[in-house]
């Protein structure tokens, strides 16, 4: 039986045209993107637009949500999303026949699952030896706001926190924050502005301005801190 979930978060379409920040983080995570790719909870595909470019052997976007598997289904059948692109309404037990997987890819997912361990854990077994798996997320859990209560969030990740996701069998290959400028922005608005959501106003200024600043200033801080975190793993060939 193929399980679901309603995705109760609105802010998909709010940050659908953080042009920069997509292209920011295609440039952090295309690197590691080979083989046979699966993106856990693809949602309405607009990270799936910048990070596939079709000459994967494979890319199965994951999607628990049956509303937002079908909106997939449909943008491939419509060209919007490269031909290559297999829709599958699910979660990861639901696909495990699919395995193995060159890339497992999280791009701000895991912290919507309540057990993030034990989806690690399934993630693991799901890559070939070798493979990769990369997790995007918030970063610094004393950032939380109500904003990410209303839209499914169990946490934010830290250095620590996503290092004790390790898994055995997995190896924590880079650990590393993005978006400083966007940090400190964050930072305000929590001890002045005090604003519960962004508006598109918001996020267009961050997404024109503070982002091309923080590509450059990510390198200077040797991104020691930012408003997102990354994670990449790699499996080992070790029993576990």
Not at 24 to 53: H, N
């Amino acid at each position: 039986m193929t399980s679901t979930h309603i995705y109760p978060g609105t802010e998909l379409g709010l940050f659908a045209e953080a042009r920069n920040w997509k292209q920011y983080t295609a440039q952090t995570l295309s690197p590691y993107l080979r083989g046979r790719i699966l993106e856990v909870g693809a949602g309405l595909g607009s990270m799936t637009r910048v990070l596939c470019t079709g000459r994967e052997t494979s890319w199965i976007c994951l999607e628990p949500d049956p509303q937002m598997a079908e909106t997939l289904r449909k943008a491939v059948k419509s060209g919007s999303l490269p031909a290559i692109c297999q829709i599958e309404n699910g979660i990861l037990r639901d696909i495990a026949a699919l395995a193995p997987f060159d890339v497992i890819l999280y791009v701000d997912v895991l912290e919507h699952i309540a057990d993030d361990v034990r989806e690690v854990h399934e993630a693991r077994d799901l890559l070939a030896v070798g493979g990769r798996l990369i997790v995007l997320s918030p970063a610094f859990q004393w950032f939380f706001t109500e904003f990410d209560l209303a839209i499914g969030h169990y946490r934010r990740y830290n250095k620590k926190s996503m290092t004790a996701l390790t898994s055995p069998g997995l190896r924590l290959h880079r650990c590393l924050y993005l978006d400083s400028v966007g940090l400190l922005a964050s930072l305000a608005n929590k001890l002045f502005l005090k604003s519960a959501q962004p508006d598109p106003r918001q996020i267009q200024f961050w997404d024109h301005y503070m982002v091309p600043l923080s590509r450059v200033c990510d390198r200077l801080v040797l991104h020691a801190w930012g408003r997102s975190i990354v994670g990449i793993w790699g499996r080992d060939e070790c029993a576990y």
